[in-house]
């Protein structure tokens, strides 16, 4: 059973335009959630956090919004940059108790 | 400094080779982990180590043995691995292993023959 939910594989953006990458969790327990990016043949790089008092958190070009309602995540990078192309991971935790959990991932890929 | 190294970066073995993987961590962090990643899946968690104990086996075969050192070290011995081994190795480290943010090493490059 798939606790996080990434489903978009893949998504397309116009350099300079925003690219919204979207999670869905299924375990209320989760109170913490954290976007991975990555490049082919190396290890995930932590990008943006946010804990489930918040509902919003911002670094720099990236912004994190929860709705712990819906139960949704969502990354927004704006203005988007050919050199954000890469994967991202959705990753949750119920950080009382579990590691994390990853979602399956989103293809980013910022055209020029 | 949020940097957690591993080596070697790529490793080629036969499957009757014993080979360890290495990944050292200089933050104080008390949390390690090693996941194993295949082409377009997510990591998939192998082992924890907290406080230098293993606090987590996610049903990994005995052909792949942890070893924790020390509170900066964290090693993954190999023996008799099999061709649907090959993977990319990723070691990771937080300060505590309960969700807190995890610091990805760049990985080791495992080629089964």
């Known amino acids: 059973d798939q606790q996080v939910k990434q489903n978009s594989p893949s998504l397309s953006v116009q350099e300079g335009r925003i690219s919204i990458l979207n999670c869905d969790y299924t375990?209320?327990?989760?109170?913490?959630f954290l976007w991975y990016k990555k490049y082919p043949a190396e290890g995930p790089t932590f990008l943006i956090s946010?804990?489930?008092?918040?509902d919003k958190n911002e670094d720099g070009r990236f912004t994190v919004f929860l709705n712990k309602s819906a139960k949704h995540l969502s990354l927004h990078i704006v203005p988007s940059q050919p050199g954000d192309s890469a994967v991202y991971f959705c990753?949750?935790?119920?950080?009382?108790?579990?590691?994390?959990?990853f979602g399956k991932g989103t293809r980013l890929s910022v055209i020029a | 400094d949020t940097e957690v190294t591993q080596t070697p970066k790529h490793l080629v073995m036969g499957m009757t080779n014993k080979k360890s993987l290495k990944c050292e961590q200089h933050?104080?962090?008390?949390?390690m982990y090693w996941y194993k990643q295949k082409a377009k899946k997510p990591p998939e968690l192998m082992f924890v180590y907290s406080y230098e104990k293993l606090s987590i086996n996610e049903s990994v075969p005995s052909r792949f043995s942890p070893e924790c050192p020390n509170s900066s070290l964290l090693n993954l011995h190999l023996h008799a691995l099999q061709p649907e081994d090959s993977a990319l190795y990723l070691c990771?480290?937080?300060?505590?292993?309960?969700?807190?943010?995890?610091?990805f090493g760049p990985g080791t490059r495992l080629l089964v023959l």
């Open positions: 375990n209320s327990m989760f109170d913490y």
């Open positions: 933050m104080g962090h008390r949390a």
């Open positions: 946010i804990s489930s008092i918040k």
């Open positions: 990771a480290s937080s300060q505590d292993f309960r969700g807190e943010t995890q610091y």
């Open positions: 990753a949750a935790a119920d950080s009382g108790n579990t590691p994390l959990v």
